[in-house]
């Protein structure tokens, strides 16, 4: 699967057209369930909003969107379009709006929605999410440091060691790279010790 780019955490940004106040929040969510946790959130936060629009594009595929009561295709589509136009997906944009008395027309609310969405996207901090493994291995002292040369000579996030009897290094590096750096470790370990990999899953890389 290849990589692609989302958000970090969650980020608002507020637009206000003729008196009725667009407030958009943008956040990362990894799955259905995630997205629906974070809108159920915000309309909780929002109960005398007259309106809470919502998309979100999941990496896997899958879309939603809801204009909440506004004209079809006024409102959440606009949303919808300006996540697809940010490039990012596992990201939900809900826009609250509280009407100022003045209705805004079909093109003054796809206008708004649109640029209340798109400046949330605009302000929320982008991050590249790359299939990625977990890899661990325990080696005595006298092979901690040729060890760990290696492991940073490598694509790797190298944690902190951990140090009892012996030295336990963790680290991430991108799923399919790890099998060179394996077979580094073992014949410095003489096949002592074994890297022990976990499956591949989606972080921040």
């Known amino acids: 699967m290849t990589d692609y780019m989302t958000i970090r955490g969650k980020t608002t940004f507020e637009y206000e057209e003729k008196r009725s106040r667009f407030i958009a ?14 809108l159920q959130a915000v309309r909780a936060a929002n109960r005398t909003a007259r309106h809470n629009v919502y998309a979100y594009v999941l990496q896997n595929g899958r879309t939603r969107y809801s204009d909440d009561g506004e004209p079809a295709k006024t409102a959440g589509t606009p ?12 990201v939900i944009v809900v826009v609250t709006r509280y009407f100022g008395g ?3 027309g079909t093109g003054g609310l796809v ?17 590249s999410m790359r299939q990625v493994v977990e890899c661990r291995l325990r080696v005595p002292y006298s092979q901690f440091e040729p060890a760990q040369h290696m492991i940073r000579a490598a694509e790797t996030r190298l944690q902190e060691p951990l140090f009892d009897d012996a030295v336990t ?5 991108p799923a399919g790279t790890q ?3 394996c077979r580094s470790l073992a014949e410095l370990t ?12 989606y972080l921040p890389f």
């Not at 290094?169 to 590096?173: E, K, N, R, V, Y």
Request: glycine share 6%; aromatic share 4%; hydrophobic share 55%.
């Open 79 to 90: 949303v919808l379009e300006a996540i697809r136009h940010a490039g990012v997906s596992d």
């Open 169 to 173: 290094l963790c680290w991430q590096m």
């Open 111 to 127: 206008r708004a929605y649109t640029a209340a969405a798109a400046g949330a996207l605009q302000t929320a901090e982008r991050v």
């Open 102 to 104: 003045i209705l805004l």
């Open 25 to 38: 929040t943008a956040a990362f969510a990894g799955t259905e369930e995630a997205a629906l946790a974070v």
């Open 190 to 201: 003489r096949g002592a010790a074994r890297v022990e990999v976990s499956p591949p899953r």
């Open 179 to 181: 099998d060179a750096l």
